[in-house]
């Protein structure tokens, strides 16, 4: 028994040894900041998202390909006449996905206008889990323009640039 507690402690120091070294290399990314600004990303879920995404947005190409990528995105079901029926897609990056839905959980809790945003959607009559994807797809947008335009989240809308 003592020599598996001592295992386990082995094991755990292990397990923080490699959450520092993956904070150090995230640390070193160009986007850390962009990233570790957003509500929701600290540096696990960041360093995840790069993991998953490969760090290249160019390679995504687009905001759409990056939230269908994710499974934030619904797609069609539509069937003859019939149209508008939507689904979450068959193919898609769970991790990804765990990524955007757990770093909106976070957000909801901490952001006010997150919270609003959720708060808005499950008074349309959306159920939690529908509310929590909707405001994922909200901060894939979100994300991928700043990873674009190379700045980081401020609340409200970006001061206008001179011109």
Request: charged residues 25%.
């Amino acid at each position: 028994m003592h020599t598996l507690a001592k295992e386990v402690m082995g094991l755990n120091q292990q397990v923080a040894q490699f959450d520092r070294d993956i904070e150090a290399r995230f640390r070193d990314h160009h986007a850390f900041d962009v990233i570790t600004s957003m509500p929701g990303l600290g540096v696990i879920l960041g360093a995840e998202f790069l993991a998953a995404t490969g760090g290249d947005m160019a390679v995504v190409g687009t905001a759409d390909r990056l939230a269908g990528f994710g499974g934030v995105a619904p797609v069609p079901r539509d069937s003859g006449r019939i149209s508008g029926n939507l689904r979450r897609p068959r193919r898609y990056s769970r991790r990804l996905q765990r990524v955007f839905y757990t770093s909106v959980l976070f957000s909801i809790r901490r952001c006010e206008e997150s919270r609003r945003f959720y708060e808005r959607k499950r008074a349309e009559g959306k159920r939690h889990t529908q509310a929590v994807l909707a405001l994922a797809r909200r901060h894939v947008n979100v994300l991928w323009a700043l990873l674009r335009d190379g700045r980081c989240y401020q609340l409200g809308p970006p001061a206008a640039l001179a011109a």
